[in-house]
């Protein structure tokens, strides 16, 4: 479970986020350009808030007033942003089975559980995963 409570503050806006995330997938939805990447990116240890604290289980990844900081590749979180900055000559598919804990079998699951099935048949997977934990 992570728990969070930090502010990220940029030039032309403030992000605010207070609450918890349970283990697995979490879709964010929400308005353009109100904040979801930049949360994503906070919590998946991108970006570093301004304020605040950011803990996985009872494992503290940021807390600015102590000046610690956990990075990226120590979080085990699967971040798939939007469009195909990942790798542009793959697919949405391609991107989330690449590493080898990615498997067909994997990405299957995941479809069933957003319900987003119909999609792999069109060829039209477009999904926005964070949080992504394969243990």
């Not at 990405?107 to 039209?124: A, F, P, T, W």
């Given at each position: 479970?992570?728990?969070?409570?930090?502010?990220?503050?940029?030039p032309?806006?403030?992000?605010?986020?207070?609450?918890?995330?349970?283990?697995?997938?979490?879709?964010?939805?929400?308005?353009?350009?109100?904040?979801?990447?930049?949360?994503?990116?906070?919590?998946?240890?991108?970006?570093?808030?301004?304020?605040?604290?950011?803990?996985?289980?009872?494992?503290?990844?940021?807390?600015?007033?102590?000046?610690?900081?956990?990075?990226?590749?120590?979080?085990?979180?699967?971040?798939?942003?939007?469009?195909?900055?990942?790798?542009?000559?793959?697919?949405?598919?391609?991107?989330?089975?690449?590493?080898?804990?990615?498997t067909?079998?994997?990405?299957?699951?995941?479809?069933?559980?957003?319900?987003?099935?119909?999609?792999?048949?069109?060829?039209?997977l477009?999904?926005?995963?964070?949080?992504?934990?394969?243990?």
């Open positions: 479970m992570i728990t969070f409570s930090f502010t990220i503050a940029r032309s806006m403030i992000v605010k986020a207070d609450g918890t995330l349970a283990s697995g997938i979490t879709v964010l939805t929400g308005s353009s350009g109100s904040g979801k990447s930049t949360f994503i990116k906070c919590i998946a240890g991108l970006v570093k808030p301004t304020t605040g604290i950011i803990r996985c289980d009872e494992r503290t990844w940021v807390d600015r007033d102590q000046n610690i900081w956990v990075p990226a590749q120590e979080r085990q979180v699967g971040y798939m942003p939007q469009g195909n900055i990942v790798f542009p000559h793959l697919s949405v598919e391609h991107n989330i089975t690449y590493s080898k804990r990615g067909p079998d994997m990405c299957d699951s995941l479809l069933k559980r957003l319900g987003l099935e119909k999609y792999r048949i069109q060829n039209q477009y999904c926005f995963l964070m949080n992504l934990y394969l243990h």
